[in-house]
């Protein structure tokens, strides 16, 4: 085992590991792991080194896709191949959110958009917010309960929450000034 010096490195004599992530590291840091893993061909498993990192962690919600279109199915088909679930329909059989358990840590992301009824319709929708709830006991899946402020969401899954809204939104048409007229909710 080597670090992205290439010097040798003793995992016992570490308190624990942790999976190299942009969000972790300086610019120069993540370019030496990045060339680190191309000298000794090594493909990682997903983006840790690449995407960007959210630079504000103010609010309690990422809101900078709010008013943008995506067809329903589209927004289905993206936040499904990111490991997001549909969540379960509300009064009037819709639904208005996608939902990434991390059980381990007990927090469900969430995606917010403007909904869709149940069977679903390919009709245009908006986005609205991503957020962090504690998922409940049992680590049930739900959009609902004690949210979390973006400070208090580890770094790692912040910014690759903050991605996959951007991701999902880059499926869409882009923002639209006029979103509340030209979806239904």
Same mark, same amino acid.
């Given at each position: 085992m080597t670090d992205s010096g290439d010097n040798a490195v003793d995992p016992a004599a570490f308190a624990g590991v942790r999976l190299a992530h942009r969000s972790l590291f300086t610019s120069e840091q993540s370019? %030496?792991? =990045?060339? !680190?893993? &191309?000298?000794? =061909? *090594?493909?990682?498993?997903?983006? @840790?080194?690449?995407r960007p990192v959210l630079a504000s962690t103010a609010g309690a919600a *990422?809101?900078? #896709?709010?008013? !943008?279109?995506?067809? %329903?199915? =589209?927004? #289905?088909?993206?936040? @499904?191949?990111?490991?997001?679930?549909? %969540? @379960?329909?509300?009064?009037?059989?819709?639904?208005?959110?996608? *939902? =990434?358990?991390?059980?381990? *840590?007990?927090?469900? &992301?969430?995606?917010?958009?403007?909904?869709?009824?149940?069977?679903?319709?390919?009709?245009?929708? &908006?986005?609205?917010? %991503?957020?962090?709830?504690?998922?409940?006991k049992g680590g049930q899946r739900s959009g609902y309960g004690t949210q979390i402020a973006l400070k208090e969401v580890p770094s790692v899954l912040l910014s690759e929450v903050w991605n996959d809204f951007h991701q999902i939104a880059d499926a869409g048409s882009g923002f639209a000034a006029d979103w509340r007229s030209r979806v239904a909710y």
């Open positions: 370019e %030496a792991w =990045k060339q !680190h893993l &191309a000298d000794y =061909k *090594i493909e990682p498993l997903f983006n @840790q080194l690449d *990422i809101e900078d #896709r709010n008013g !943008h279109i995506i067809e %329903a199915f =589209k927004l #289905r088909s993206t936040a @499904q191949k990111l490991g997001y679930e549909r %969540a @379960q329909a509300e009064d009037g059989g819709w639904f208005t959110q996608y *939902i =990434k358990p991390f059980n381990g *840590i007990g927090i469900n &992301a969430v995606i917010e958009f403007t909904g869709s009824p149940l069977p679903e319709e390919n009709r245009a929708v &908006a986005l609205i917010e %991503a957020k962090f709830v504690r998922a409940r």
